[in-house]
């Protein structure tokens, strides 16, 4: 869902409306931003690059993606060759990336990402979002509860099911998940032809956006990226607040 930003207007965004500035310094409407991932499970806000840091820090607690690293990501599309050994990129290189959750191999997955366009120019690589809690309302998911996986997370790799109890979350990731039993070699079948049917939200970045996924109901997904495209995409992972 996008989050207009317009001097002096209402933007309706389904059942809510915000007001929000047009003057660069103003604050953003959080407790809009808040309502929008509550009912859609993302939400779009454009020009809001100078924000980026009230966002992540009114959403919880940004965490590293890797022991010891930067709270920021810098996200580049490389070929095959020059990616890191197991990493998406070393599988697809600059093709589509399959839909999938950050921090998959995590024991619990950071609960937001929030990415962030700085260039002044909009980006030819798209990223694509699939919301499966709402995709599969109706859907007997106990294949899913049963779908036993090898989550591969360096020396701390673990076992876990597709989707834990109370349906917090569910874990995707054909980088780092590797099926044990017919459950979920049958629930990546059905995942698969769920987004084989599928109509997925292309974000297409302008100069300045931020997009805030709920890490726990959205899929994503990159398309083809380019070699020429200078992306400066970044991304910061958050965890609740205790």
Known sequence: M???????TQIEQGSVVAMFSSV???????????????????????????????????????????????????LVPRSRFQAPTRSLSARYGMATFPFHIDTAHWVTPARYVVLCWSASIPSRCPTLIFDWRRAMQGVNMHLFEDALFHVRSGRHSFFAHALTSGHRFLRVDPGCLRP??????????????????????????????????????????????????????????IRPRA
Request: charged letters at 25%; a negative charge.
């Open 2 to 8: 996008e989050i207009s930003r317009t001097p002096d």
């Open 24 to 74: 660069e310094d103003s604050p953003i409407d959080l407790q809009a931003l808040r309502a929008a991932l509550a009912k859609d499970h993302w939400a779009r806000l454009p020009n809001s690059a100078h924000a980026i840091d009230r966002i992540v820090k009114a959403l919880g607690v940004p965490v590293p993606s890797r022991p010891n690293g930067s709270l920021v990501d810098v």
């Open 180 to 237: 044990i039993n017919r459950a979920a070699e049958r629930a990546l079948t059905f995942l698969d032809d769920v987004l084989s049917r599928a109509h997925p939200t292309e974000i297409v970045w302008g100069a300045g956006d931020v997009v805030v996924l709920d890490n726990w109901s959205i899929l994503h997904a990159r398309g083809p990226a380019h070699q020429i495209d200078a992306r400066t995409l970044t991304r910061t992972l």
